[in-house]
Each structure stands twice: as structure tokens, then as C-alpha cells.
């Protein structure tokens, strides 16, 4: 052996498992040079072994390293944006919204996310699409930097859509359940169909047929002059047996009676078993408050005879429950919440519930700050009472007892009532619900003990007395949301009418009509939440003579606030009751704001709402959300002060005579942000929001504007 040549063998391993001993035999002739080589070696660590043997799983671990990634840049693509190719593979680049993530991607995944990018042009009409990486390069930044080509060729359309095999089912009604018609892109194969497929299957169990069979056929022919392709489908359909509805059997409810469960059926037995029905029949039972879960399979089919049984299990609730809740905020500052109810008093499924909410309010009175002792108490408390199906019909009989008391700062007043409604609830179909009910409320003005002295003593000059109202209500409501508590797609709508006095008596004689559209959509990222509402009233008889103080105060409109227009104080929007002598020795028109002076409300109400609604990054894990809002709305005392020149999207708090100036007739917009914490109660949210209209209130002894923000921290969604 040459001077300085090792030689290293490996030993069979001794001792403790997994230790690996090693014997390093020397040829040397300089002993200095064995004394070096031996140090080197004992103090070499175990687990570093000159030549390591390789492996089982060294294999499996072959190209799974990850890479970081620069960015993914798109040629070719003309149909569809870069952003929404990238959105299909799962190469995702660094971004705003992932902060603290490194952007890394894994090379033998490449073809894969190249393929699903291929599968989705291919998907929506281009057969022959070709997609490939062209190279890889490290860009200046470090990273690397992938180029994908796409040649999106012809796109294939659907030249004709038919159905056989499907006869007695209208041909009508299988085509409004497809959402690939002629002239639509066709798909390049049979799975991008599925979502079709399983419409139409729930169409043919809606009409009876629960075990039919759907085949899509797909021909592709090309055209005349080598110009492209069309394509021609066929969905062939196998409608098996028609079936009726059997026996129905009821097995999982141990506290409610049967009947309570068979009341609620869509179906009976010897009814053609429609499967809408079916699911109409799960929805009341959850609707009903009783069931946790609900669950209805067809069994015992006879496909000779065509009847099939229907196995209805529920799965109880508790019927007793209570609430307890203590909450915060800008306006109430601390909240307090209690209720008790029962879901089947007598085991008869009736519903009684008793709820009590107080909170210490501590508002500005007429536009001046109070300290937190000065605050007042605001409270409600009501009893419930409902028989959800009268006579086992479909309407409920619903009874509620109230008391409350109300601090409008804003106005310098604090307002007590009680009274009763009487009405009914029914359901029109699956999303539409009616209520009607007549109404008694006796409410009793106060003035607000720390108002201005001059508006105690006009108060007390007024003397304004106890208000009874008496009226007939109608509401209907459009429900498409997905989710009633947190909804991120569809629309909700709401209408109500109230008549009030006329042959029901009373003191007041008024219509009133809300009409309020709202609609929620998923984004990229988060969701878009928009409302517009409006509403009037008229007043008749003999509260005519009255003009706009011919509705009383509670039944006004009112806007400002968290839940209206963020960027104003809460209610603050509107027209005032001034002081006329004030006016006219300032010079002022009636359309001037003045310090000090109350909010009294309007009779028309407009309002537009904006807000998307986008998770945290990296926060998100702990429920915290983000949102951005633009705001509008006001309230008028009568339609002819509702301008054109009020929709302007900026004026200024000027001098009150200025026509630029900010009127009380103005459209008010403002915009904001906030933050909001997901609880089991709903969303805890802070609001900051700028008004792009302010005001500025100028008399003898006061000169201010509106703030240039204003904050809102409240519990629950503002719409």
C-alpha cells in the first residue's frame, strides 16, 4: 500500500441497535502521520460515515425537493387572464395575502399542474389545446422563473343537444336542469359533465324515478374546410321504475309525539314520491327547532308494484334551553342578555320563550358628549308565545308581550313603550316565508335628562303626550342566502307594509312601506356584501293635517350609525326640529343644521351599501377578518326636499348659506374599514369610517364641523 492510503472497512454492527461500529486500518511508515490520521478518525461522529450505504427509501425521496419559486409566466393564453390560469394550478406565486410564506413549488409536479391546466381549456371547448413548460430560469431576484406556452387552437361548440329514452319526463324539463346547451362550449369528455349528470339524476327522482341512469354521448365532427370542430350530445336515459310512496315510518323521536313529526310531511302515502317533496319534508323538521338532525332514505323498494317506503329517523334536541350573554360597545357600553325558552311545551311542539336585554347607554345628547355616569339604561324584555301549526295547518299563531325603554341621544329623548302583536307565519314555498300581524304599542316620550336646558324647556312647552298606534303589518321575505349567519353567495329580500289607524284606531293614521334587496358574492378573496334599502310613508285621515309629525317619532326613519352609514353618528342624519326664531335671526333657510338642535327623523329613508369582506392573512386560523365599506344614505321629511343635487359625491362643510355647502338634504356617503373577530354570537367588529360629507353647524355661541372619522364597535353584521 502507498504511503498515506487508507483503507476503510465496514464492521457488522454491535452493541445497541442502529450503531454502526467502524475500523479503520493504517499502512503508514511516518508514525506522525499514522498519529494525525488516527485523531482524525476518532474524532470523526458516528453518524457521518465516510461512505454511506444507501438506503431503502433514498429511492422514494428522488426528486421530492422543493424549490422556490419566483414566479409563473403565461404565453399563448388569449380566452382566459393569466390570474385565472394561475388560480387553476397549484404553483402558487408569493402574495400579499401569505406574508410570512415562502413561495415554493416541486419540480416533479410541473407536468401535473401543466396537465390540470390542459384539462381545464379542454373542459370549456378546446380540444386540441396544447400546454407545456419551455424552460425554467433562475430569476434576478433568486428563484425560479416557470414558462408555460398555451396554444388554445379552435374551440368546439355544441351544435345540438338531445335526450332519449326519457319519455313520459318532458324533454323541457330535463333541459332547464343542464347548464350545457347548443352554442355553449362543449367539454372535451365525459367527467366534465358530472354537475349536469347530477341534475339531471335529481330532476328524474323529483319526478319519480329514484333509480334512473343518465349516459352523456359526446361526438366530435369536423367541419367543412378543415375550419374547427362541433359536437353533437346525446344524454341517454334509463328511467327504471316510477314510484309511489308507501308506508312512512317515524323512529327516533322519544320526546315529541309522532304527530308532531307527520305534520310537518310534503308527502303521503300513495303520492307519486317526488324527492322535492322529500327534502322539503328535512327542512321543516330542522325548521321546527325539535331535531338536530334529520334523515329520510327510501327503503323497500317493490320495482314490481312501484312503491317504496319512506324511513324518516330524527335525531332529538334538548327542548328547555337559556341564554346568557354580556357584551360591549361604542353605544352600549355594556349589554346584558338573558332568555329561557321551551320547543315543545306539553310535548305538543308549542314554543314559549322569555328574553330580557339591558345595557347602560352612553351617548352624545343633541350633539354634546356625556361621561359614562351619565349614561341611561336601555332595556327590553318580551314574551313569546307560538304554535307553530295551528290546527296541524300551515300557519302558526305567534303572540309576543314587550316593554321596553329607548335613550335616543340624538334626539334629546328617551322613549318608553310597551305592547303586544298578534299574527301569523307561513311559508309560501322553499324560500319565501310571509308574516302578518296586528300590532298595539302605547309609547310615552321623556326628555333625556341631560339635554340642553333650552330643549327641556321647549319640551315642557310642547308637552307631548302618550302615542297608541294600532296596525295591520304584512312582511315577506326572499331567502337564497347559504347561510342564514354567516352568508357569502345569493340574495336576500325584504318588503313589509304596515297600515296603521284608519278603522283599527289609534292615534296616528299612516302607511308605511321598507322595501330592502340584499345580495352577498364570493370573490377571489372573500366576499362582496351589498344592500340597497328604501322606504316611506304617507300619512291619511286625520293625521294629514299634521304634515311629517303625522307619523310618530319611534315609527320614523332614521340613518347614521353602525348599522347605516359608518363615518356618522348613530341616528344623526336628517333633518332637525329647529327652532324657527333661531333661524330666522341667523338668516338661515330651514335646510341648515344647527348646533344643539335634535334629530327628529324622516319619512323617507334611502341607503346603499358596499362592503367586501376579506379573511387576515395568516390571522385568518384565529377568526380575525378584515373588510372595506362605502356607505350611503339619508332620511327625508318629505319627498319634495329629496334633490338631485343631493347625490354629489363631495361638498363642503362650509358656511351654512353657501350653496356648496353640506345641506341636511344631502345624499351622505362615507368609506372605512374595520376588523372583525368570528365568535359563536356572530362577528365582533370595529369600524372606522370618514365622511366624504360634513357639516358644519354654526349659530351665535357654536361653531364645529362633523369629525373627520368617527368609531363603531359593535356585535353582528350591519346588514
Not at 498 to 521: E, I, N, P, S
Not at 652 to 678: E, M, N
Request: charged content about 25%; glycine content about 10%.
Amino acid at each position: 500500500m502507498d504511503a498515506g492510503a487508507v483503507q476503510t472497512t465496514k464492521q457488522p454492527e454491535q452493541g445497541r441497535a442502529g450503531t454502526r461500529v467502524r475500523a479503520v486500518a493504517c499502512a503508514f511508515r511516518p508514525r506522525w502521520t499514522l498519529a494525525v490520521l488516527l485523531a482524525v478518525a476518532c474524532l470523526a461522529p458516528p453518524t457521518a460515515p465516510l461512505v454511506r450505504e444507501a438506503r431503502a427509501d433514498d429511492e422514494l425521496d428522488f426528486g421530492l425537493e422543493s424549490h422556490r419559486l419566483a414566479g409563473v409566466e403565461l404565453s399563448g393564453n388569449v380566452t382566459f387572464t393569466s390570474a385565472e390560469l394561475k388560480r387553476i394550478m397549484r404553483l402558487q406565486e408569493g402574495s400579499w395575502t401569505r406574508p410570512l410564506r415562502s413561495a415554493r413549488y416541486q419540480p416533479h409536479l410541473v407536468e401535473t399542474q401543466v396537465r390540470l391546466l390542459k384539462n381545464y381549456y379542454r373542459n370549456r371547448g378546446f380540444h386540441q389545446v396544447v400546454t407545456r413548460v419551455d424552460s425554467i430560469t433562475v430569476a434576478a431576484g433568486g428563484g425560479d422563473l416557470l414558462h408555460i406556452t398555451v396554444i388554445e387552437g379552435d374551440r368546439t361548440y355544441l351544435r345540438s343537444l338531445t335526450f332519449t329514452g326519457n319519455e313520459p319526463v318532458p324533454e323541457s324539463n330535463l333541459r332547464a336542469a343542464v347548464s350545457v346547451h347548443e352554442g355553449s362550449p362543449s367539454p372535451a369528455d365525459r367527467n366534465a359533465f358530472g354537475n349536469d349528470l347530477y341534475s339531471l339524476r335529481e330532476q328524474l327522482r323529483n319526478e319519480t324515478y329514484l333509480d334512473a341512469k343518465v349516459t352523456p354521448e359526446l361526438t366530435v365532427v369536423p367541419l367543412a374546410g378543415g375550419t374547427g370542430y362541433t359536437a353533437d350530445l346525446n344524454y341517454s336515459v334509463d328511467l327504471g321504475k316510477s314510484y309511489r310512496t308507501g308506508e312512512i315510518a317515524v323512529t327516533g323521536n322519544d320526546l315529541t309525539l309522532d304527530r308532531l313529526v307527520r305534520r310537518e310531511l310534503e308527502i303521503a302515502p300513495g303520492d307519486p314520491l317526488r324527492w322535492g317533496r322529500v327534502e322539503d319534508t328535512r327542512r321543516n323538521l330542522l325548521g321546527t327547532s325539535l331535531y338536530r338532525d334529520v334523515n329520510i332514505a327510501a327503503v323497500n323498494k317493490d320495482t314490481t308494484a312501484g312503491v317504496a317506503d319512506l324511513a324518516v329517523r330524527v335525531i332529538e334536541r334538548r327542548p328547555a334551553y337559556y341564554e346568557l350573554g354580556i357584551g360591549v360597545g361604542s353605544l352600549e357600553r355594556i349589554r346584558v342578555l338573558a332568555a329561557w325558552g321551551h320547543n315543545n311545551l306539553g310535548g305538543k311542539g308549542r314554543r314559549l320563550q322569555v328574553r330580557a336585554r339591558g345595557s347602560w347607554n352612553v351617548e352624545d345628547v343633541v350633539g354634546s358628549p356625556i361621561r359614562f355616569s351619565e349614561g341611561q339604561i336601555n332595556y327590553r324584555g318580551e314574551i313569546n308565545y307560538v304554535n307553530p301549526r295551528l290546527r296541524d295547518g300551515r300557519y302558526s299563531l305567534d303572540t309576543t308581550l314587550f316593554l321596553s325603554r329607548e335613550t335616543r341621544g340624538e334626539s334629546g329623548l328617551n322613549m318608553v313603550g310597551w305592547g303586544a302583536n298578534v299574527g301569523t307565519f307561513w311559508r309560501s314555498d322553499r324560500y319565501v316565508t310571509n308574516n302578518v300581524f296586528l300590532g298595539y304599542k302605547v309609547t310615552e316620550p321623556e326628555i333625556h335628562p341631560q339635554a340642553p336646558g333650552d330643549w327641556q324647556v321647549r319640551f315642557a312647552e310642547l308637552n307631548p303626550s302618550v302615542s297608541r298606534v294600532r296596525s295591520l303589518n304584512w312582511a315577506m321575505y326572499f331567502d337564497h342566502r347559504n347561510d342564514v349567519f354567516h352568508p357569502t353567495a345569493g340574495p336576500y329580500t325584504v318588503l313589509t307594509a304596515q297600515l296603521a289607524g284608519g278603522l283599527l284606531g289609534g292615534d296616528y293614521h299612516f302607511f308605511k312601506w321598507t322595501a330592502a334587496w340584499h345580495d352577498y358574492r364570493r370573490m377571489p378573496v372573500g366576499t362582496l356584501a351589498l344592500r340597497v334599502k328604501a322606504g316611506g310613508t304617507r300619512t291619511y285621515g286625520s293625521s294629514v293635517d299634521q304634515g311629517p309629525d303625522g307619523v310618530p317619532y319611534d315609527d320614523r326613519f332614521f340613518a347614521g350609525g353602525a348599522s347605516t352609514v359608518r363615518g356618522y353618528a348613530n341616528n344623526s342624519l336628517g333633518p332637525q326640529v329647529s327652532n324657527k326664531d333661531e333661524q330666522d335671526l341667523l338668516n338661515y333657510t330651514a335646510d341648515v343644521l344647527l348646533p344643539d338642535n335634535p334629530a327628529r327623523g324622516g319619512n323617507y329613508l334611502l341607503l346603499t351599501n358596499l362592503e367586501w369582506r376579506v379573511p387576515l392573512p395568516v390571522l385568518r386560523k384565529w377568526g380575525l377578518a378584515t373588510v372595506a365599506f362605502l356607505e350611503g344614505g339619508n332620511v327625508w321629511a318629505e319627498l319634495r326636499d329629496l334633490h338631485l343635487q343631493g347625490f354629489r359625491l363631495r361638498s363642503d362643510p362650509g358656511f351654512p348659506t353657501d350653496p356648496g355647502s353640506t345641506k341636511d338634504w344631502d345624499y351622505r356617503y362615507s368609506l372605512g374599514t374595520g376588523v372583525r373577530f368570528d365568535t359563536p354570537f356572530g362577528p365582533v367588529r370595529i369600524d372606522v369610517g370618514f365622511p366624504l360629507k360634513r357639516v358644519r353647524y354654526l349659530s351665535d355661541t357654536r361653531d364645529y364641523k362633523d369629525p373627520a372619522s368617527v368609531w363603531h364597535f359593535s356585535v353582528g353584521y350591519p346588514f
